[in-house]
């Protein structure tokens, strides 16, 4: 029997994080073997990149996840939490690929745009509708 779900939006975007989060953090993995830097960024700056790449994944994620699972909660309309959820999902694409490098530095700025927008937006939305 399967039971009723009080969140069916926000979830897909949490997998999503996760799914982005196990690359991210791999690729800072493999290139510690390769350099043989355990601990730290050794002075090297590709090992400091892909380090703050995945640094500012897990630093912006948690709060704007949190915010997507209270707007549905506070049972916003699906079109509200794809909105958001994609962007974030697609600004935190656009961030890591340009502080690692692997993209252009232009990726950075829109990146955290369309980062900082969703958590602006759902952050003022729960404020309203929390009240």
Known sequence: M??????????????????????????????????????????NPEMLRRIRGQGNFIETMPI???LLMVMELLRASDVWLHVLGTS????????????????????????????????LVSSIWVLIHAL
């Open 88 to 119: 974030l999902v697609i600004g935190r694409i656009l961030h890591y690929v340009a502080i690692t490098e692997i993209g252009p530095s232009l990726c950075r700025p829109l990146g955290m745009l369309a980062t900082l927008i969703p958590i």
């Open 2 to 43: 399967e039971l009723p779900s009080l969140l069916s939006i926000s979830p897909i975007y949490i997998a999503l994080s996760g799914l982005l989060f196990v690359p991210f953090t791999v690729r800072v993995g493999l290139y510690r073997v390769k350099t043989k830097i355990l601990i730290g960024h050794g002075d």
């Open 64 to 66: 704007a996840l949190l």
